[in-house]
């Protein structure tokens, strides 16, 4: 069994379905879960100093929205869920905080893209998929 599940979560339809399956899992295992929000880093230079403070404002806003869902996900399944966050390229966060983590699991949702839009560019799913060193579970909304 898994015991520690890492989840990229980013509050969309697909995290939320893959949150729900880490935390199901994680319960059969008696393991924890670390739901991962990777966001772009702010600016250095924004265009004013108004620009930057209201970034971080809703970067702040949208935080607590997914910790009180990742609550919610807790009490459900009766399992240890952390919401944590980072800021850079979400595949390349995932694949090293599971490393240094220690994680048996990432569980991710299925991208919404176009076949054409995943071969031209990828995905983060298919990325983190190719590259982590555990295994990877890769959701699909029903």
Sequence with gaps: MYQKILVGFDGSPGSIAALHTAAQLARQGEGAVIAL?????????????????????????????????????????????????????????????????????????????SRLWGHLLGHTTDRVSENARCDVLIVRRT
Excluded at 76 to 90: F, I, M, S, T, Y
Aim: hydrophobic share 45%; with cysteine.
């Design 37 to 113: 929000w990777v966001h772009a880093p702010l600016p250095r230079l924004a265009g004013g100093a108004g620009e930057f403070k209201a970034e971080r404002e809703a970067a702040v806003a949208f935080l607590a929205k997914l910790q009180r869902r990742t609550s919610q996900i807790e009490r459900e399944h009766d399992v240890p869920v952390v919401l944590e966050q980072l800021a850079g390229n979400p595949a390349s966060r995932l694949v090293r905080t599971a490393h240094l983590r220690k994680c048996d699991l990432i569980v991710m949702g299925h991208s919404g893209h």
